[in-house]
Each structure stands twice: as structure tokens, then as C-alpha cells.
């Protein structure tokens, strides 16, 4: 029994009854953060200092992403919104350039150096630049994928894989015996399982257990072309303050870092985010400012995701994807479900599952 309906949730329980599991799927039918997530696949965008190993666990995930997207596709019948575009990583401000070569800095340290360059270099990678970029990076492994795509790919996988989706919202973990044997939804109905999946995005550690899981809300903005304003960028574009992802007639623009539980899409957090697109991308002005919309990304300990399974009653934890939820589908998906189906998870997986143990000692 998997409760959530997001990626994580919805990839777990396609790997799982694709393996022989019976599997059912509890979808309060609240659209999960994936819905306004631009979708980006980067884990060379934004390295963080002292986090080598999950830098590179977000590596093996965007490696993975092909193929995964590739099975989706075979399994679902369906596009999975998988796109191949590559990024830029761009200083567009005087305080950026620090920022960025630090990253760089970082990349190199660890093995996966990456040229700097100066801004007319970069510009003939993306001519969609402005001219306030003065240098930066071309990363042409980095990827996106559309999530509204990918959200109704894994639905349809998951229905020809046999996955029963029960609508309803777990107010609680049922055990027996001090281990759990399945949920009790909020209108009363319990669902029994012999194995207890938490994918519930942000709402996971209002479930109790082992995992404290917070929201962090961001807000998104999509552009859309018109025709006298064509999409002016081909490649992601990425910079410490803002991050725009082309994918067909439409630029996604975002996104606020937000310790806030609320989807108020509010006039700063719009403000700033435009100002900071049309600062790196100018031609961003004229196109039809099309969708406005803000998610809660679930958060766990030192941003760590939490993907292991809980000792004391057997509830595996699947969340806790923070800025990358999507790139890490393809690891979360292997992972959760070998747990799910009582295997041992891959060992690659030891830095999830200690956002488990970490988030244990803590709680």
C-alpha cells in the first residue's frame, strides 16, 4: 500500500506491482508539488558545499532519467515528457559571478569540472541571453521533463500494471503488534497491507513515525509565446536567483525558497521572479504571461531525502525530494520499491536512507 500520488508514489507502486506485488495507491486528489515544478534534471547546477555524496546520488538519477523515461513510455503507452534540451548556468548579476565559479569550484573538486565562460561565449551557446550576463557555464547533460506529462504517464503505467488507486486522505498508520499493517483514512475506511509505503509529499510527517517533514512553498510563473513573442531561449537557463525551462510554446520561470505552508501566489514573489527573468533573458518581455502558481515542496532534515525503512514498525518512507523530487525519481522509484517489496535497497541508497535515521534521531 502506497499512500501518495505523486511521482515518488506513483513510480514506487508501478515499479512494485510491475514485479509481481499486489498494489494499492491511496490519492487524496490534492495535485502534488510535481504539478508546478518546472521539472528541471540538474544536479550540476547547483552543487552544495559539503554534499559530494548526494551530489553524487542527484548524478546517478540524471543518468538514469533516459531509460526510465524510456520504460514509462513502453509501459504507460504514452509520452512521458522527458525532454532533451542541455542548460546554461549564468552570472547575471555582479555577485553572481562569485556564486557561480564557487559552484564551478565545487565541480571541479569532486571530479566534474566544468568550464567557465565569458559572456559573448555564452551567448553563442544561448543566444537568448541578455547582455547583463557576463559569464557562466554550458552544462549540456542537464535535462526537464514536463510533470503534468510525466504525472499522467505514471497514472497510466501504473492502471496497466494492475495498481488500484483508492481516493482518500490517510489520517493514520494502522499497526498490529507494533508493526504497521496498513492505514485508516480520514472518512473511516481502513486499508490493510503487509507493507506500508509514506509518499505523501510535504503532508508525510503529519503521519507520525520516524520523519519529519516540513513544507517549502514555491511560487512559478509560465510565459507563454505569442505570435509576435516566440520563446527566445532553447536550453534550461539557470542562475543563482532565477531559473527559466523552455518546453514547447512556454517558459517556466521560478522559483521562491519559502518556509511557508501556504499556495498564495503573492505579488512579491511574482515581482521578483520577473524581475530576475527579464534581467538574464530580456526577450521574455512581450510573451503572454500565462499561469501563476506556487507548490509546497516537502522538506526533510538538512534538506536529505528520506527513502529507508523504519526499524521500529516497518513503514517504508519514501519523501523528502525538496528541490529535487523529480530528478531523483528514477533512484526513489528502484529504491522504494525493492523496500516495498522486502528486498534490501540498492546500496547506492545509503544517503537516503539516512535522511530516515537522521530524521529519527531528530523528531
Do not use: N
Not at 231 to 236: A, K, L, M, S, Y
Amino acid at each position: 500500500m502506497v499512500a501518495g500520488a505523486g511521482p515518488w508514489g506513483l513510480g514506487i507502486a508501478w515499479r512494485a506491482a510491475a514485479a509481481g506485488a499486489s498494489v494499492v495507491v491511496v490519492d487524496d486528489g490534492v495535485q502534488p508539488a510535481a504539478w508546478v515544478a518546472a521539472g528541471m534534471l540538474g544536479p550540476w547546477s547547483e552543487p552544495t558545499e559539503g554534499e559530494e555524496e548526494m551530489h553524487r546520488l542527484l548524478v546517478r538519477s540524471a543518468r538514469a532519467w533516459p531509460g526510465f523515461a524510456a520504460e514509462v513510455v513502453s509501459a504507460a503507452g504514452r509520452d512521458a515528457g522527458y525532454v532533451v534540451s542541455g542548460a546554461v548556468l549564468a552570472a547575471a548579476r555582479p555577485e553572481h559571478r562569485a556564486v557561480v565559479r564557487h559552484r564551478l569550484g565545487l565541480l571541479e573538486g569532486w571530479g566534474d569540472g566544468v568550464e567557465w565562460l565569458d559572456g559573448s561565449a555564452l551567448r553563442e551557446i544561448e543566444p537568448g541571453l541578455g547582455p547583463a550576463v557576463s559569464g557562466g557555464a554550458s552544462l549540456p547533460d542537464e535535462h526537464q521533463v514536463e510533470p503534468r506529462a510525466l504525472l499522467a504517464a505514471l497514472r497510466a503505467a501504473c492502471a496497466q500494471a494492475g495498481v488500484t488507486v483508492v481516493p482518500g486522505r490517510v489520517a493514520a498508520v494502522r499497526r498490529a503488534g507494533g508493526r504497521a499493517s496498513g492505514v485508516e483514512l480520514e472518512d473511516g475506511l481502513a486499508v490493510e497491507a503487509g507493507r506500508v509505503v509514506i509518499a505523501a509529499g510535504w503532508r508525510s510527517g503529519s503521519l507520525g513515525g520516524a520523519v519529519a517533514i516540513r513544507p517549502v512553498k514555491g511560487q512559478i510563473l509560465r510565459a507563454r509565446a505569442t505570435s509576435e513573442a516566440p520563446v527566445p531561449i532553447r536550453r534550461v537557463v539557470r542562475t543563482p536567483s532565477v531559473y527559466l525551462a523552455p518546453r514547447g510554446d512556454e517558459v517556466v520561470i521560478g522559483a521562491t525558497m519559502e518556509e511557508r505552508g501556504d499556495r498564495l501566489v503573492t505579488v512579491r514573489g511574482v515581482h521578483g521572479l520577473l524581475d530576475e527573468a527579464l534581467r538574464v533573458v530580456p526577450g521574455l518581455a512581450e510573451m503572454e504571461l500565462a499561469e501563476l502558481a506556487a507548490g509546497l515542496r516537502p522538506t526533510g532534515h538538512r534538506g536529505l531525502p528520506a527513502i529507508g525503512t523504519d526499524p521500529a514498525d516497518g513503514v517504508v518512507w519514501a519523501t523528502g525530494g525538496y528541490r529535487h523530487g523529480l530528478l531523483l525519481l528514477p533512484v526513489a522509484s528502484e529504491a522504494g520499491a525493492a523496500l516495498a517489496l522486502g528486498r534490501p535497497a540498492p546500496a547506492w541508497a545509503e544517503i537516503a536512507a539516512a535522511g530516515v535515521a537522521t530524521t529519527s534521531a531528530s523528531a
